[in-house]
């Protein structure tokens, strides 16, 4: 059997399966290099829909597909699990958790993960969500509170346990209040007996002066108002001091809640500090206009954990612009591969979504903005198209139309850690 | 709002929310009582189906429900979370692990769990299929044993990872073996470029002369051709006397490998002890012919955790014998309710079906036998009929079919506490 090891092509490693990774390992279909996708994970994750994970709509495998499933028949693609732990530019080698990897090119994509902007002890109380293991950690927390209330005889201890404080009016926080609220209001009547979960309280908190900050002021309005619609109490200019067990502090104010979700902060992969180049504020990666780390043409970064600027403005994490870079740093490594001069890259922004909940969603395409059912209708839209897998596209497709008809939530399952 | 503890009409406490305890508690539909119905979890599981989340083929939420949800039109029900940890059969009451909670009639319905014959060392290195949280478990040791084949460099290491164990030839462990066969032979074609998976070795021990024992032994001897086609190796007389991190000890020979799965002793819940009865070897509960307590006529145990004799022999622990005994002690609940004699209880047989892989299972109907593509024809149609929920016959169905199609198996995530 010829193994990679034997081909003596330039070997390109990739670091992190997301949509960059991805995008860059099929960038490099059928190039003359050996390319080794290295990722913690063996599965590829839509982030985009992780938070209907953590909200029981879909089950964990819906949304995700194993990423030698995906590349199997990409013949130049070796996918390995293993946990990279720094880079050695200099030796041109990566430090695995258990071994060492050279490479002749590396594409560096693992992504971001959530910030607590320096109080780490929040993280046990306000878990964030970035990956499959965290959606299925805040769907535990979510449908215990409501088991735990109604277990509860006293009325102010029940209370918080039906109070769900959302941190965070980005698109995440947006999709779990709205949704949260529905959940409240319409999939659990009818199933508990001392307790009316329609009287549970969702809040989203939010820092700045309005939700959905980098959206237009008049689509942030109307997020508010569709989240106040399904019943959700929305705070802006709410800026979170503690958070612990018992609820979250606003200065001096407290909310009694005994879940807080954390949809704020975001912090880059701390593999980025050990290229040695410069960072920003959030641990993003300076790169050059070919994406590549300065000074070392050989090292390309993409994705969330890359700074970028674009007509003075950074460039957003959000997936399409994964995608985009992934794929401009496979073409780019291609070129190099090939002897021709690289390409700078440029972002297209085709527009954002976020979703609030059934028919309430906001959608910004430039010149045109939507909301309410035609938004949410463009959302189901482009979501189902850029699922990955025939099988996954089904199964949402599928999942979305029964509960749209009732209600349902079919992945209502409270486990724990044996 | 009126809530059940108002309400006075006799409590009737139901504990264990499987086959049985489901059972019961719509037998006592619209019964004159107040009834409650106590789990440790939020959720039914199917588990006839659990080797197939054991084994990616189903995602969890396709095979389980919550309770609450199935229950919620009987309106004499309350579904509460929590464990109980023993019974004062004198003071009528149950402990919980957080508070005490009296009954007028009890149905006792926890089910069983695996043993390991004494050699409680053996759970960390050869996990049991009794609950969602093993199967995910056991999913991930499956498919992270592939991962780590692929990463490792010595020959013998990588063999240790590709030689997978089951211990045990009943239902759930020809069903495993089977399974894991057909997944290295062909769910993983192509993924791989440094290992084979073709090569993987599945192991089959079998303590008894023949597997599956308690049926006719052409059934026995079909079953083992045909996992035996699939693949898997099949070794019957084979006592287990060690088992570790690197393997399973049969006397003085050693296998190695680095999956080990469970599948053989059965223990009941430790909760039938409490009760200060009789039980037998496996921790059973003996019981009347009404299925009560001897001396207690208001507690009934139900399911596996019952130990009943017909004929002269146990009625086995299938789904259908717990199904059938919950319903009856519920029957029988409601008769002592109306103050009408109690009928004895009595198993109807309707067959035993046990799958080994695709067309492949053996069906024993009493006169008639099936084996091959009618078996497993008979095994699908009653396995989707029986799952509780449209949802989950819908899903199910279409993973089947696509399954058939394709080989692929669609939740093939490897999850990690974090």
Redesign the interface.
Known sequence: ?L??EDVKDPHVVIVGGGFAGLGAARALRAAPARVTLLDR???HVFQPLLYQVAT?GL????I?A?L??IL??QANV?????EVVSVDVGRRTLVLSDSEMGYDYLVLATGATHSYFGHDGWAAHAPGLK???DA??IRRRL??AF?RA??EDDAGARAAWLTFVVVGGGPTGVELAGTLAEIARHTLT?????I?PSRAKVVLLEAADRVLPPYPPVLSQRARRQLEGLGAEVRTGALVTGVDASGVALGSERIAARTVLWAAGVAASPLGRSLGAAVDRAGRVKVERDLSLPGRPEVFVAGDLAAFEQDGRPIPGVAPAAMQMGRHAGANVRRALAGRPRAPFRYVDKGSLATIGRKAAVADFGRVHLWGLPAWLAWLGIHIFFLIGF??R??VL?DWA?AYLSY?R?????????
């Open positions: 059997m193994t990679w994970r063996n599965h029981a089950s964990a495998p819906e995700a194993p030698r499933r199997r028949h070796t996918v390995l699990m293993g990956s499959i293991e299925l950690e449908f215990l088991e109604e277990r009818r199933e508990f007996r001392r009316d099988r996954n089904l199964f599928l029964m349902e079919g992945a209502r399952l409270i486990l724990f850690d044996e």
